[in-house]
């Protein structure tokens, strides 16, 4: 279980990040979502150690992660995937899985073995199959579509076998239709690797559609988290996206 | 994405790249090793010429000092100028253990390797938390200081001249090295071991490590990996094998000069990367054999080798922007697509 | 070692003044030079590691003008406008191609050239050392300051230093080029889309740089001989100098030059082998605290 108790983080006079407490249920579906500025992409930072928080405590199954260093919060169980995949240009698809269950530098194994073992290899080929790049296996991640970038970095973040799997708009520059296939993706690798996911969201559609939770920031702070059909009715929701010109009831 | 990334990932040809992370790789690796070996081992009995062994005695010094090189610039994305401060602790390291204590030369060789190790692991630790350019200037200035030190510590290093005296040379497992047979056998064997030892650190999972650590180091540290840690060590593994190519120079000129540790030594091992490419394995080995024939043939023409030099440097980095081993892996991939579509 | 002369230096004014002197032109110089080097990091984000042979042309430049005229004056115009011209030919034609491709590929460059010029020199004037002389207008008894010898030539270099310091500091800030040099530094796209021709500002910056080192060079002439690798170790030292000074920074490059030619002259006293390697080290220990340098802002 994920638990955000009093997060808060400012640079300059600025609140990114406002006294926020949160909690994730293991398993769970949760989209986050706010209009532009809200502070969402702050907030999965500070979750994954890329920022540390001014104050508040991140506590997984009850370690408290707030302040780590990235690796550090990676090992206790926190994966992420980017908004602009983050992938290795050179790398293949392929030595870009078997490197990232292979980098476990505790081992001195890394130095002398010229593979990794064989119960690693196994998850670095699970995931590729999870997210359909088998096929592409021995293809260089520079070359691949912007979808199947996508698709990678994700794999980079499950491949790990986390708890919790943070997905930073994971259709960030698609058309429509391959939004929906990765979307659809999602809530496949959701069900079955019964893990805790977490995604930042800009398309109402998808959003209301699948996540049984969403949560609304907005200026750093939450605004609202409830189910989709009330956060649809939610006055002070409405107005963050819409100004409080006309509210003719629902949003989408 | 960098040009290096570009080249590495297949240019705008996208060819797939063969499966290469496997336990065939290592046994292949090995044979050709084996095979390279008893080449060179044989070559003396064919061309008996002195001219060629010296050739490939010095080819071993410099071609383990610019792959060991590689393994910072090409595989981790670490560019130092002062890379070939090591080669010139080597040298001059193992000069003195020779004489001015009795030991045997395998006992200084290790001795030389541990202080070099301790030294290089003093300066990595202040130099590899530094950003690109400043690790860049900051390990220069480290070499320029030691090669400072060798300069004025005269009473120990005999200052400009250069260790002097030669170096003694006990006969070891009935190997004597100053027969210069044993020599140049001795100094392949140390090449081939050297490279091949090399290729099992950038083929290894900590290799791969290195690459990612290269393309993308933010993202490596959200998979887990201490990237500083992983910068530590290849620069101390580095400066090891540029250490042995230090040790091979010191026994090929029976002492020591402090141009070994002089900046253009590191010029020279960027330059040779350069030359023969930096997306292969062997690419600066391919650069070492060219720069010194390159060296050889034009100080027999000419007194000015420097304009030589300069325009062959200019012509592969404004005309041709990549290294020659990276023209021949381009080359075969395009016959291979080429083919492939024909049929 | 030699602290007992360093020491009974210090305590005796005479030889304060001659040593701060000492100390002073030699730092000039090495600003001149890397002031050049900084701005050419600053507005074309390049390290240009050939700037060396700019001071080194400038050198032979002012000789050659000098036997042939006689003028010193006549000879160090020479010398800048020289350099000046070679600097923006050396960028248009070369160094515009290497913009934004790896530091290796600049490096490589530059290195190259730097093999070329050298030749070039050796072809042309010859290997061996040569000297000016020093001009017949400064050929005066020396200063007599506190005890300590000055001789006026080194008020004259100190002084034109200064003003080009002067010069280049307030040019930058207040006039409308300097602006503009300094728009193109943060933003070239920009500055193009604003309708001015940052191919002429780059050529123009690196031209400014290159100037400056060949007038170190000219002014260098008269005090010290000349040799076509001359370039080469005031090249390092400007290295030194920019990066503790700060990449960018003209104040930095005025400050550590000043340290860096204390640190020399009086260095020279107490540690006369070691001389070099104090400049090392104290660029390490700088570049350890800060690794950006003392007024440097962090590159990205």
């Known amino acids: 279980m994920l638990a955000i108790r009093g997060l808060s983080k400012s640079f300059g006079g600025v609140k990114a990040t406002d006294n926020v407490s949160l909690e994730f249920a293991d398993g769970s579906l949760t989209a986050v979502i706010g209009p532009n500025g809200a502070g969402k992409s702050t907030f999965f930072n500070l979750i994954t150690g890329a920022l540390k928080p001014d104050t508040g405590s991140i506590l997984l199954d009850g370690v408290d992660m707030a302040?780590?260093?990235?690796?550090?919060?990676?090992?206790?169980?926190?994966?992420r995937a980017f908004q602009v995949a983050s992938i290795f240009p050179s790398l293949t698809v392929q030595e870009t899985m078997l490197a990232a269950v292979g980098a476990d530098q505790r081992r001195a194994s890394v130095l002398y073995r010229r593979f990794p073992l064989a119960e690693t290899r196994g998850r670095a080929e699970h995931a590729m199959e999870l997210l359909g790049l088998a096929g592409k296996r021995h293809r260089t991640a520079a070359t691949l579509s912007h979808g199947d970038q996508?698709?990678?970095?994700?794999?980079?973040?499950?491949?790990?076998e986390p708890k919790v799997l943070l997905l930073d708009e994971p259709t960030a520059g698609m058309g429509t239709e391959e939004r929906w296939r990765m979307i659809d993706k999602v809530q496949e690798l959701w069900e079955t690797q019964k893990i805790t996911v977490v995604f930042i969201e800009h398309d109402m559609d998808i959003v209301f559609k699948i996540a049984p939770e969403i949560i609304v920031l907005c200026y750093g702070r939450v605004l609202a988290t409830d189910a989709p059909d009330a956060i649809r009715r939610n006055e002070a929701v409405i107005e963050a996206y819409l100004g409080t010109e006309h509210h003719t009831g629902a949003i989408a | 994405m960098t040009e290096l990334q570009a080249a590495r990932a297949?240019?705008?040809?996208?060819?797939?790249?063969m499966e290469t992370m496997s336990r065939r790789t290592l046994y292949l690796d090995m044979l050709i090793a084996l095979a390279a070996f008893v080449v060179l081992a044989i070559l003396p009995m064919v061309f008996g010429s002195k001219a060629l062994l010296d050739f490939v005695i010095r080819c071993s010094a410099f071609g383990l000092f610019a792959t060991s090189l590689n393994l910072l610039v090409g595989y981790s994305g670490m560019i130092s100028f002062g890379h070939g401060m090591f080669f010139g602790l080597g040298a001059y390291g193992f000069g003195l253990l020779m004489q001015r204590t009795g030991v045997s030369i395998p006992v200084a060789f290790v001795a030389t390797l541990l202080i070099t190790a301790v030294i290089a692991a003093v300066i990595g630790a202040i130099c590899v938390r530094l950003k690109a350019i400043y690790f860049a200037f900051v390990t220069l200035a480290f070499q320029m200081l030691i090669h400072s030190t060798i300069l004025s510590w005269a009473s120990l290093t005999g200052g400009d001249q250069g260790l002097r005296g030669g170096i003694p040379r006990p006969v070891f497992l009935g190997i004597d090295l100053s027969n210069h047979h044993h020599l140049y056998v001795v100094s392949c064997a140390l090449l081939v071991l050297g490279l091949l030892l090399m290729r099992q650190i950038a083929q290894s999972p900590f290799g791969y490590t290195l690459r990612m650590i290269r393309d993308n180091a933010s993202r490596a540290s959200f998979l887990g990996i201490d990237v500083w840690r992983a910068r530590f060590t290849i620069f101390v593994l580095a400066a090891l094998f540029a250490a042995t190519g230090g040790i091979v120079m010191a026994l090929f000129v029976s002492g020591a000069y402090p141009e070994f540790a002089y900046w253009t030594?590191?010029?020279?091992?960027?330059?040779?990367?350069m030359l023969g490419g930096v997306t292969t394995f062997l690419g600066p080995m391919v650069g070492t054999v060219l720069l010194l024939t390159l060296n050889d043939t034009v100080t027999r023409l000419t007194e000015y080798y420097g304009i030589v030099l300069g325009v062959v440097i200019l012509f592969f980095a404004i005309g041709l922007r990549k290294g020659l081993m990276d023209f021949a892996v381009e080359w075969y991939t395009q016959r291979r697509t080429q083919a492939g579509e024909r049929e | 070692m030699d602290l007992d002369a360093l020491t009974g230096c210090l305590a005796s004014p005479a030889c304060l003044v001659t040593q701060t002197t000492s100390g002073l032109i030699i730092g000039m110089l090495l600003f001149l030079?890397?002031?050049g080097l900084t701005l050419i990091f600053g507005v074309l984000k390049v390290v240009n590691f050939s700037h060396g042979a700019f001071y080194m042309f400038g050198a032979y430049f002012a000789m050659t003008a000098y036997q042939l005229s006689d003028s010193f004056a006549l000879a160090m115009l020479c010398a800048a406008a020289g350099t000046a011209i070679l600097g923006l030919v050396f960028e248009r034609v070369f160094m515009s191609r290497v913009y934004g491709a790896d530091v290796l590929m600049q490096l490589l460059v530059c290195y190259a050239f730097v093999l070329i010029f050298d030749d070039v020199v050796r072809m042309v004037?010859?290997?061996?050392?040569k000297s000016m002389g020093m001009p017949a207008a400064f050929q005066v008894m020396p200063l007599f300051i506190a005890g300590g010898v000055v001789p006026p030539y080194y008020l004259l270099l100190i002084g034109v230093a200064l003003a080009m310091a002067l010069l280049l500091g307030l040019g930058l800030a207040r006039t409308q080029l300097g602006k503009v040099i300094r728009a193109a530094a943060h933003n070239p796209a920009m500055v193009s889309a604003l309708g001015i021709n940052t191919g002429l500002i780059y050529g123009g910056v690196f031209a400014l740089g290159g100037m400056l080192a060949g007038l170190a060079g000219a002014l260098a002439a008269p005090v010290r001989s000349l040799t076509p690798g001359m370039g080469f170790s005031v090249l390092i030292e400007s290295f030194i100098v920019t990066v503790i000074g700060g990449m960018g920074s003209i104040l930095g490059a005025l400050i550590g030059a000043l340290l860096i030619g204390l640190i020399r002259s009086f260095g020279s006293l107490g540690f006369p082998l070691f001389t070099e390697g104090l400049m090392y080290l104290f660029m390490v220990v700088v570049l350890v605290a800060r690794p950006s340098g003392l007024f440097g802002k962090e590159v990205a």
């Open chain 2, 10 to 17: 297949g240019g705008a040809l996208g060819v797939p790249r």
């Open chain 1, 150 to 160: 996508k698709l990678l970095d994700i794999a980079l973040a499950l491949v790990l």
């Open chain 3, 125 to 129: 004037w010859g290997p061996e050392f």
């Open chain 2, 265 to 273: 030594i590191s010029g020279e091992g960027i330059f040779i990367n």
């Open chain 3, 33 to 35: 030079v890397a002031v």
């Open chain 1, 67 to 79: 302040g780590r260093s990235p690796p550090d919060i990676v090992r206790h169980g926190i994966g």
